[in-house]
């Protein structure tokens, strides 16, 4: 196997092990034991004070692995690790993108997305931020979620809106 088919699979491996990564963190360590930098993400936008929460550390706790993975590749003969670090960061930016940028309109890149993926994605992040307790959410994935939120909604009701 070429070297650059290689390094592409084991990119590709750590940004779908990302969303694993992301679900679990999600749904045991922000909806467990720390709720208390989570919770002010799921207030409601008139009870926030200024552009940053606490839920924005966790920015670190997936940045800081894929630096230490650049570091590990960049540095020793496991040049392998460099693409795990690029793989994270990846997915880090595809979780921007989608999460800050498109669901809650943190900046103001792009506004509506049309079509069955995105609305499907919006619709389990609405249901996840329905609560706005630690206990009994649903959805915490981003990019893999339950095929019910991909289900055609009967009339009457609104299309989704922006969380």
């Given at each position: 196997?070429?070297?650059?088919?290689?390094?592409?699979?084991v990119?590709l491996g750590?940004?779908a092990?990302?969303?694993?990564?992301?679900?679990?963190?999600h749904?045991y360590?922000m909806h467990?034991?720390?709720?208390?930098?989570h919770e002010?993400?799921h207030?409601?936008?008139?009870?926030k004070?200024?552009?940053?929460?606490?839920?924005d550390?966790?920015?670190?706790?997936f940045a800081?692995?894929?630096?230490?993975?650049?570091?590990?590749?960049?540095?020793?003969?496991?040049t392998?690790?460099l693409?795990?670090g690029?793989?994270i960061?990846l997915y880090g930016?595809?979780y921007f993108?989608i999460?800050?940028?498109?669901?809650?309109?943190?900046?103001?890149?792009?506004?509506?997305?049309?079509?069955?993926y995105?609305?499907?994605?919006?619709?389990a992040?609405?249901?996840?931020?329905?609560?706005?307790?630690?206990?009994?959410?649903?959805s915490?994935?981003l990019?893999?979620?339950p095929?019910k939120y991909?289900?055609?909604?009967?009339?009457g009701?609104?299309?989704?809106?922006?969380?």
């Amino acid at each position: 196997m070429a070297d650059w088919v290689f390094y592409f699979l084991v990119t590709l491996g750590a940004y779908a092990g990302m969303e694993f990564m992301a679900w679990f963190t999600h749904k045991y360590v922000m909806h467990g034991f720390l709720w208390s930098w989570h919770e002010d993400h799921h207030k409601p936008r008139h009870e926030k004070h200024g552009f940053f929460e606490k839920n924005d550390r966790f920015f670190l706790v997936f940045a800081i692995p894929s630096m230490i993975f650049y570091l590990i590749g960049g540095l020793t003969t496991h040049t392998w690790a460099l693409f795990v670090g690029l793989g994270i960061s990846l997915y880090g930016l595809t979780y921007f993108l989608i999460h800050d940028v498109y669901i809650h309109q943190r900046f103001k890149w792009f506004r509506q997305l049309d079509g069955w993926y995105s609305r499907g994605i919006l619709r389990a992040h609405g249901a996840h931020h329905a609560k706005t307790t630690k206990d009994g959410c649903e959805s915490f994935g981003l990019l893999v979620v339950p095929l019910k939120y991909f289900e055609k909604r009967s009339s009457g009701k609104s299309e989704d809106s922006h969380i």
